[in-house]
């Protein structure tokens, strides 16, 4: 299986843990492409080799195809890589693209895109995300697809069967209503901060950035007011006496995540928004920036209503006054968010039944 990055790596997983349990005498082999993905989860054990992928040149592909035989091949989402494709057809090797996703705009659509429309060619199927990519695909002469929807649903839907408690976070928020605001980065730590400094009410915050390097958190702390732990300097604090935690470590996020009443996920005024599946799950109101296209799940939630976007400080002081004055609303809101993953999971066992 080939991921580009970590979160490729959460959609092909729960495909990874059955064909694991299925076919428990076979190699399986994932690649990265991106560093932040393989320098996490270089050390999974859902695979036996753990590697990136060598750049798409005609000898390497033929190289490392021939040093690892697969009897078939799994790309992940947006991973069209066409001399691996080349290669694995000309061995009659069937390869999947799953939780694959389509629009327009790509180059396969274009007029101009007749190389990488050739390279299509080379799946054996394709387990599409949505009805609008089935289209497409239909519409260059590809009939081999099946909506499927995303495995990073089930992925998260798992989330809720396990034990999500954390000690440090029962003494923290306590019986106060609590804002978790994960992944963040500068440009949404701005706004943050302002209104964590100018809030009256008995609210905790929880602050999860993107970036845990001790200048960058030492500049967040520097700029709150309001009374700050370092999730590093924890010990046996009473933390009841303090407003903000800052989390400078990871791996503990989705945990956090189901101690929110309301979620804000980063990313959306920066590069690139991050997982909003993983707070949706737990049923809760989430805020993010105004750059989300492109992330399927977050405009579907944001066309229903669970994720609300803002594009300013003067949008999210509002909400944040509308929600945290209205237990109604946040639980009316959370609870669209909720029904949307139990609605849509199934597509892990729908691949399985196919592959």
Do not use: C
């Given at each position: 299986m080939h991921v580009a990055s970590l979160g490729e790596f959460e959609q092909g997983l729960p495909i990874l843990e059955k064909l694991r349990?299925?076919?428990?005498?076979?190699?399986?082999?994932?690649?990265?492409?991106?560093?932040?993905?393989?320098?996490?989860?270089?050390?999974?054990?859902?695979?036996?080799?753990?590697?990136?992928?060598?750049?798409?040149?005609?000898?390497?592909?033929k190289r490392f195809l021939n040093l690892i035989h697969p009897e078939f091949a799994i790309f992940v989402k947006?991973?069209?890589?066409?001399?691996?494709?080349?290669?694995?057809?000309?061995?009659?090797?069937?390869?999947?693209?799953?939780?694959?996703?389509?629009?327009?705009r790509q180059?396969?659509?274009?007029?101009?895109?007749?190389?990488?429309?050739?390279?299509?060619?080379?799946?054996?199927?394709?387990?599409?995300?949505?009805?609008?990519?089935?289209?497409?695909?239909t519409g260059i002469g590809f009939s081999n697809s099946t909506i499927s929807g995303d495995t990073r649903l089930d992925r998260v839907s798992e989330i809720l069967k396990r034990d999500n408690r954390l000690g440090f976070m029962d003494r923290f928020k306590a019986n106060e209503l609590c804002v978790v605001a994960g992944s963040t980065w500068p440009e949404d730590e701005e706004i943050l901060i302002e209104y964590i400094n100018e809030t009256q009410g008995q609210v905790k915050f929880v602050v999860a950035p993107h970036e845990i390097k001790k200048p960058h958190v030492d500049k967040i702390i520097s700029a709150l007011t309001k009374k700050t732990v370092l999730y590093s300097e924890l010990g046996n604090t009473d933390l009841t006496e303090f407003d903000v935690l800052i989390v400078d470590t990871i791996g503990l996020l989705t945990k956090i995540y189901s101690y929110a009443n309301i979620a804000y996920v980063g990313g959306g005024f920066a590069t690139g928004l991050h997982n909003t599946m993983e707070p949706a799950v737990f049923g809760v109101p989430i805020i993010i920036g105004p750059r989300y296209k492109g992330f399927k799940e977050a405009e579907d939630l944001v066309f229903a209503g669970g994720i609300v976007p803002i594009v300013d400080k003067n949008s999210f002081f509002s909400l944040m006054d509308d929600l945290i004055n209205d237990p109604n609303t946040i639980k009316s809101i959370g609870a669209i968010n909720s029904d949307y993953i139990k609605s849509n999971k199934g597509a892990t066992d729908l691949i399985m039944e196919q592959l």
């Open positions: 349990t299925k076919y428990p005498e076979h190699q399986i082999v994932l690649t990265f492409f991106s560093p932040s993905g393989y320098e996490i989860k270089k050390n999974t054990t859902v695979a036996d080799v753990v590697v990136y992928l060598p750049m798409d040149t005609n000898a390497n592909a947006y991973e069209v890589w066409p001399n691996y494709l080349f290669h694995l057809h000309n061995k009659n090797i069937p390869v999947y693209l799953i939780s694959a996703i389509f629009s327009k180059i396969y659509f274009r007029p101009y895109g007749g190389f990488m429309r050739k390279s299509l060619g080379k799946f054996e199927h394709f387990f599409v995300q949505d009805e609008n990519s089935k289209k497409l695909l």
